[in-house]
């Protein structure tokens, strides 16, 4: 991520994001917590677990996605992973 933003707007990407993150927390709590008074945590959580899989899985199969995983500032350049 370091490497895709400029260096002027680092701060401000990095603050948003971690605005983003931490503001959605609270919300998926009540979310598991609600979810939880009707349904068995294990089944809540499992689920979870099984959506963060499943919506990650197609991140493996794209190219781009490898290139950047596979980044070496040694002897990549930032234009070659986009």
Known sequence: MQL??????????????GMVTQGLAPLAFA???????FIPFRLVMGACF???IFAGMPFMFL????RFIEFDPARD??????
């Open 77 to 82: 350049t930032v234009e070659s992973v986009r």
């Open 4 to 17: 895709a933003v400029p260096p002027d707007m680092c701060g401000k990407v990095f603050s948003l994001m």
């Open 31 to 37: 979310l598991a917590g609600g979810l939880a008074e």
């Open 63 to 66: 190219q781009s996605f490898k």
């Open 50 to 52: 099984a959506i963060t």
